[in-house]
């Protein structure tokens, strides 16, 4: 069964890299949102089986961690497996600790740590 990920923040060449990753490691669709307000739009049309948030948006710059917090804090969503998008370990410990799950950096993204990271939820 095809999973879903959606994909929060990021710019169109940070997506692309994103759902080129995923779509050809794993049976998985990625849809994109660029902010909150964009993200439970999507959710509500389809839930996602991972949400990744950018730490800042590309849309506005605004935080990530707010799209985090609210989506872990709302109980429609809390389920919902969220990883951050980040290079600094101190956001992915602040992340973890809102309830996401341990995320990774764009530097990271092709290694087979962040595909294991990735596996556990689409595979």
């Known amino acids: 069964m095809t999973k879903r990920v959606l ?3 990021n710019c169109v ?4 890299a994103i759902r080129g990753l995923i ?3 794993f049976d998985a669709q990625v849809a994109q949102a660029h902010d909150l307000a964009g993200a439970v739009a999507e959710l509500q049309k389809q839930p996602a089986d991972l949400v990744l948030v ?7 710059y605004s935080d990530g961690m707010a ?3 609210h989506l872990k804090a ?19 410990v602040e ?29």
């Open 13 to 16: 060449p940070d997506h692309a």
């Open 54 to 60: 950018n730490r800042k948006l590309d849309l506005d």
């Open 23 to 25: 779509e050809r490691s």
């Open 95 to 123: 992340a973890v600790n809102s309830g996401a799950e341990p995320g990774f950096g764009k530097q990271e993204l092709r290694t087979n740590e962040t595909l294991e990271k990735l596996r556990k939820y689409l595979a």
């Open 67 to 69: 799209v985090v917090r």
């Open 74 to 92: 709302d109980p429609q969503w809390s389920a919902t497996p969220v990883m951050l998008i980040t290079n600094f370990p101190e956001y992915q």
């Open 7 to 9: 994909d929060v923040g």
